[in-house]
């Protein structure tokens, strides 16, 4: 019933810019935190970043703050990532994941109820 698909993914160059949608159905958006994942290749599937029910707390992966910056737009029920000063590093399969509360600290650590098909951002010279 719930469902999340992803969009906005492709590939660019090293320094560039990018931003995934993910549009969410079968709930009422508002009251669930919302997050990112990533799976490089050779490498298990990571957090990335998360953002609360309201869009006032955000969570970032070390790695990743400073350069992205996720939001949401409730009344559209979704979630954004925007991807500035991409790296090679960045090169991944994006998914989007919803939670089952509104803290975005629970997406953090893995508590995810509902995951996107993911899409794929491939930065390189």
């Known amino acids: 019933q719930v469902q999340l698909v992803e969009s906005g993914g492709g590939s660019v160059r090293p320094g560039d810019s990018l931003r995934l949608s993910c549009v969410g159905s079968?709930?009422?958006?508002?009251?669930?935190?919302m997050g990112w994942f990533r799976q490089c290749p050779g490498k298990e599937r990571e957090f990335v970043a998360s953002?609360?029910?309201?869009?006032?707390?955000?969570v970032y992966e070390d790695s990743v703050r400073g350069r992205f910056t996720i939001s949401r737009d409730n009344a559209k029920n979704t979630v954004y990532l925007q991807l500035n000063s991409l790296k090679p590093e960045d090169t991944a399969v994006y998914y989007c994941?919803?939670?089952?509360?509104?803290?975005?600290?629970?997406?953090?650590?893995?508590?995810?109820?509902?995951w996107g098909q993911g899409t794929q951002v491939t930065v390189s010279s």
């Open positions: 994941a919803g939670g089952a509360t509104v803290l975005a600290m629970n997406i953090r650590y893995n508590r995810v109820s509902y």
């Open positions: 953002i609360s029910g309201s869009g006032g707390t955000s």
């Open positions: 079968g709930r009422t958006f508002s009251n669930y935190a």
